[in-house]
């Protein structure tokens, strides 16, 4: 059964909005935390936001700031990434991950999430 579940990438120019949703169908716990990573050709994977499930609280990484937004649905159980001013460097697989169990407030360390989706691809032309 998929836990994660990505929707909402796709092909835009630079400077444009894209909204990404992360349902949570099979995950068998409420999440301490869940995340953004993305992935970009070549690169490591990286922290992108994360949403502290009972608190609401957020952080992002420097280079979205002020263009990119996490919130959560507690209703739907659902986590969204609402991407604004997009730029070409913003090129990647964008992945939803939640982690179970407190390993440190909004971490970059992929192995401290127990859950992964499949990504979705967000391009950004020039």
């Known amino acids: 059964q998929v836990q994660l579940k990505e929707s909402g990438g796709g092909l835009v120019q630079a400077g444009e909005s894209l909204g990404l949703s992360c349902a949570t169908p099979g995950l068998p716990f409420l999440p301490y935390q869940m995340a953004w990573f993305r992935q970009a050709p070549g690169k490591e994977r990286e922290f992108v936001a994360g949403?502290?499930?009972?608190?609401?609280?957020?952080a992002y990484t420097d280079s979205v700031k002020g263009r990119f937004t996490i919130s959560r649905d507690n209703d739907k159980k659902t986590v969204f990434l609402q991407m604004n001013s997009l730029k070409p460097e913003d090129t990647a697989v964008y992945y939803c991950a939640a982690a179970r169990y407190y390993r440190g407030d909004f971490s970059p360390n992929v192995n401290h999430y127990d859950y992964w989706g499949q990504g979705t691809q967000v391009t950004v032309s020039s």
């Open positions: 949403i502290i499930w009972g608190t609401y609280s957020t």
